[in-house]
């Protein structure tokens, strides 16, 4: 029998498998929400329905990885629970995973891994009768009292508003009530190295060892939604920032985020200074120094050609003075010949691939903004091995990734460090075809420096210097608040400069996911500069039109435009004036109150 409800608002499934014919394969029969783990139905990797204690279960024997989708949740509180067979001698393994890509599965995060009756430090599995391995938040996490010949019961209660998970175990007869085994922040990866999101997107089930001891039963499996719909709901204080400048100065205001939602609010952020049209100039943006003697060639410890994808992070900051609003024509990497075996550390006739990212949350890339395959006859021994993207990118702000993925050689040695001091972001790496990015300062026992890739760019670059944010992303609590400052300054500038950009924010707000407040700076005169403290209210601002300015004494409002040219004036006897602006048209306008003691008080006011 099987009932299957799916949607962002709730989500049911479940599945006895009682309609199943023995030997038939599972993702071929059901179809989605079933697949394998490369999406071939009725293949090898997909399992087949037979019988096991009395009834019709899924069985999966070495070779079967299969996949069940679970519906890309980010919000709600969700139990997945399922009861698991292994016979005696055998292991198994499953997992649930953050992101799940059935057509790039390089990109796949896991949430939480478990084996069963085998433990595992992270690397190397070992045969454990009794006792199993959950990585969930940090690397083994907790031990599982495997059992086997019983139905083992397993509840992920996952909790996605809250970040918070639990994980439940118990056995038919050993272990009959059921024991919280673990407890851990939701939007860790697996192994606890970094914040990936609390997405709850699909699960695995792979026999993971050998033909003579991987083998398991499924059955009973159900996924439900527990309680209402939930989202972020992210409010902004403005939908505008206007600021008027002197020359040789800085200003700052702050973007105040709150979440009146009732699920956690993520958010990323950057300055987009847009795009330039044409210009010749070629600009190679890098962290690693020029390769040479001081170049560390490294290789990861394994037992099987393995999947590594390595690379580096610029963001705005890194760019902004060189090439902001350029196009990205190409990427390079170093693959060096090791001197002892006299191979570039990668498996012969494997491509390697470069990719582009754009920003993500969590510290983490985004999408693939473009992908370039190099064949394995076209990588240059010893030198800059070049891919040039089919369609230039231009880099407008946002933090670009540029990475390149190889399949490494047993004993090879094909990650190439630059042997100085790593910068914050240039020795990014992850295995296994996907998860999340790790630093390799952070996470191998020596330091090697920054990764020799690089990125060129061509274009006419834009002005960018003058505005950043305080911080690029962040993650707001139910009810709570996040605060943003937009830096300015006019170093170079001169007065009558005006300079324009778009602050944008990317958040996990289903009614906004993407939020753009307009960015003005105007450097004018000292005459009109704004007093940090004002003896007026002025509002609203900004304003469709009209507006109250409110205080004693005032005796002429003198208006003036962003150009700080005067286009007004507004002369008054007392308190609380009527301003009609609703004719100036939209901007950012200087209102200066004049009291009848020749006392000034400037203000900015933007009309929409």
């Not at 990323?268 to 795009?275: K, L, P, R």
């Not at 962003?562 to 939209?586: C, H, K, P």
């Amino acid at each position: 029998m099987i009932a299957f409800v799916f949607g962002n608002a709730f989500a049911q499934m479940s599945y006895d498998f009682n309609d199943g014919v023995a030997g038939a394969k599972i993702a071929e029969t059901y179809g989605m929400p079933w697949t394998t783990w490369t999406n071939h139905p009725g293949g090898s990797e997909d399992g087949v329905f037979d019988e096991a204690g009395g009834s019709m279960a899924a069985h999966f024997t070495y070779g079967n990885d299969q996949i069940l989708y679970l519906g890309d949740h980010e919000v709600g509180v969700y139990d997945l629970e399922f009861d698991a067979f292994v016979p005696q001698g055998k292991n198994g393994y499953f997992n649930v995973l953050h992101h799940f890509d059935g057509n790039n599965s390089n990109n796949c995060i896991w949430a939480i891994q478990v084996y069963m009756h085998e433990t595992n430090d992270g690397q190397t599995s070992t045969q454990a009768p009794g006792h199993g391995t959950i990585h969930a938040g940090s690397n083994g996490t907790a031990d599982i009292p495997c059992v086997y010949d019983e139905w083992m019961h397993f509840r992920l209660h996952v909790d996605t508003d809250l970040d918070v998970a639990e994980f439940f175990y118990s056995s038919e007869t050993t272990y009959p009530e059921e024991q919280s085994l673990c407890t851990w922040q939701w939007s860790l990866d697996s192994f606890g190295e970094n914040v990936v999101g609390r997405k709850l997107d699909a699960m695995d089930f792979f026999p993971p060892t050998n033909a003579a001891t991987s083998e398991y039963y499924l059955d009973n499996f159900k996924f439900t939604r527990i309680g209402q719909e939930s989202a972020a709901s992210l409010d902004f204080d403005t939908d505008e920032i206007a600021f008027w400048i002197e020359e040789d100065d800085m200003l700052s205001t702050e973007i105040e985020i709150n979440n009146v939602g009732t699920s956690i609010g993520d958010w990323t952020a950057w300055v987009d200074f847009g795009e330039t049209t044409g210009g010749t100039q070629t600009t190679q943006i890098n962290y690693d120094a020029e390769p040479g003697t001081a170049s560390s060639l490294v290789g990861l410890n394994i037992d099987a050609p393995e999947l590594v994808e390595v690379g580096a992070m610029f963001p705005g900051a890194a760019y902004a003075g060189s090439a902001m609003g350029t196009k990205v024509l190409s990427a390079q990497y170093v693959f060096f010949t090791n001197s002892e075996t006299g191979t570039i550390g990668i498996e012969g006739n494997t491509s390697v691939t470069f990719r582009l990212y754009a920003q993500g949350m969590y510290g983490q890339p985004g999408e693939v903004l473009a992908e370039k395959t190099v064949p394995y006859s076209a990588i240059v021994a010893d030198d800059w091995t070049i891919a040039t993207f089919d369609t230039p990118v231009a880099i407008t702000g946002y933090n670009v990734w540029v990475t390149v993925e190889f399949t490494q050689a047993v004993s090879g040695y094909a990650m190439s460090f630059d042997g100085g001091t790593p910068s914050e972001y240039g020795d990014f790496y992850r295995t296994n075809g996907g998860g999340a990015f790790s630093r390799c300062s952070e996470v191998f026992s020596t330091v090697y420096g920054n990764f020799h890739i690089r990125i060129n760019t061509q274009g006419s670059p834009v002005a960018a210097t003058w505005a950043t944010l305080s911080k690029p992303e962040g993650s707001i609590a139910i009810g709570d608040e996040d605060v943003v400052s937009v830096n300015v300054n006019s170093i170079g500038l001169s007065e009558g400069d005006v300079k324009e950009a778009d602050i944008i924010f990317v958040t996990n707000d289903p009614e906004n996911p993407m939020v753009i407040i307009p960015l003005t700076l105007t450097v004018g005169p000292e005459s009109v500069g704004e007093t940090m403290e004002s003896a007026y209210s002025i509002y609203p601002n900004p304003t469709n039109g009209i507006v109250t300015v409110e205080g004693e004494n005032i005796n002429v409002i003198a208006i003036y435009n962003a150009a700080g040219q005067l286009v007004n004036i507004v002369r008054a006897n007392g308190e609380n004036v009527t301003v009609d602006m609703s004719s100036f048209g939209a901007g950012m306008y200087i209102l200066n109150v004049i009291d009848n003691a020749n006392n000034t008080s400037v203000q900015r006011v933007v009309v929409k």
